[in-house]
């Protein structure tokens, strides 16, 4: 146990130091933010220096968990009226973006010859969560291990260019906290993706596309169970596919839970506002850790490998999810 520990060290340690860069020079430029800059160190470092295995295991560790943390620790600076509140307003965008990215995906890709697993875990990912969403629904339709590569190194890649993108966009067309809060919850696809976004925005805005993602995140189960009932359904005709059973439990990602509870504390005031406070700007700075994480597994190279059309399908996608988003947001 100990040993384990020991090996995250090296990893903890150069997230943490870039995490430190990043926030000095959010403050300097903070319409870009320290998620943004804590990205871009990540993938410069990774990139320029190499894989090491040396950082491996702390790297992951700030990536994955540490994020999941930092999420939970983001809701001890939330109430349950406003997140209530916040989800019913973006209930209706996010159900009608979730239905256009998925049958979208799958009428954009038979048009783009993309495989058709590959292009439903591509049109998922895209349309849910991201990595989180395609490990959920690749077992039910047996995709093999080089579809699943394909998807999320198409779903990342747009993920990277979301975090630059989206805040850009944002204050161009001068968008409120709230709009781009929205915008960025119901469009960007991995959790990771949507904090560095929301917060680089503004910290109002950070909440609230970090509720709405949130709130999205939870689709895979009823998206999850359709799949299965459809592959179900064809394996009567054309044999089994399913290889390997889905949980309730691994569909719903912990955190999301963990997270209500946070903010159902904070809520009731069990613990005093100066220790929520702290605990939530504690998560503040865990995102810009984790994000210095993400940034240092990114292998840009890696990027080629995925080949032209599920790109291709990735950007219309991407592009038809976060047009719909703003629309639906202007008739509601």
């Known amino acids: 146990m100990i040993s384990t520990w020991l090996e995250t060290l090296p990893g903890l340690a150069l997230v943490l130091t870039l995490a430190v860069i990043a926030a000095l020079i959010g403050r300097a430029a903070p319409i870009v933010g320290a998620p943004v800059f804590a990205i871009l160190l990540g993938i410069i470092v990774r ?32 109430d349950l009226p406003g997140l209530w509140s916040v989800g019913r307003a973006s209930a209706g ?22 495989d058709t697993r590959a292009g439903l875990l591509i049109a998922v990912g895209t349309s849910i969560c991201g990595a989180s969403a395609i490990a959920a629904v690749a077992p039910i339709v047996a995709a093999e291990a080089g579809e699943i590569a394909y998807a999320i190194s198409t779903i990342f890649l747009y993920n990277v260019l ?8 944002g204050h161009v067309l001068h968008m409120s906290d709230t709009t781009f809060g929205i915008w960025a919850g119901t469009a960007v696809n991995d959790t990771s993706s949507v904090v560095a976004a929301g917060y680089s925005f503004s910290h109002a805005a950070g909440i609230i596309a970090t509720i709405v993602k ?56 069990v613990l005093p506002h100066a220790a929520t406070a702290a605990l939530a700007q504690l998560g503040t700075f865990l995102i ?13 190279r890696a990027f080629g490998s995925a080949g032209v059309r599920p790109v291709a399908l990735g950007a219309a996608i991407w592009a038809l999810v976060a047009i719909t988003s703003l629309i639906m947001q202007h008739v509601l």
């Open 47 to 78: 990139n320029v220096a190499g894989d090491s295995k040396a950082s491996s295991a702390g790297v992951a560790l700030a990536s994955k968990q540490m994020l999941q943390a930092a999420i939970v620790l983001l809701g001890f600076g939330i």
């Open 214 to 269: 949130l709130a999205r995140t939870v689709m895979i189960v009823p998206v999850s169970l359709g799949v299965a009932a459809a592959v179900a359904w064809r394996a009567r005709e054309r044999g089994p596919l399913q290889r390997e059973p889905q949980t309730f439990a691994r569909m719903l990602p912990w955190f999301i839970l963990a997270f209500v509870l946070a903010a159902a504390v904070n809520s009731v005031h």
């Open 162 to 169: 979301a975090v630059f993108l989206f805040p850009l966009f």
């Open 288 to 300: 810009v850790v984790a994000l210095a994480g993400v940034g240092l597994r990114v292998d840009v």
């Open 93 to 114: 965008v996010m159900l009608v973006t979730l239905a256009a990215g998925l049958a979208g995906g799958l009428v954009l890709g038979r048009l783009l010859r993309v």
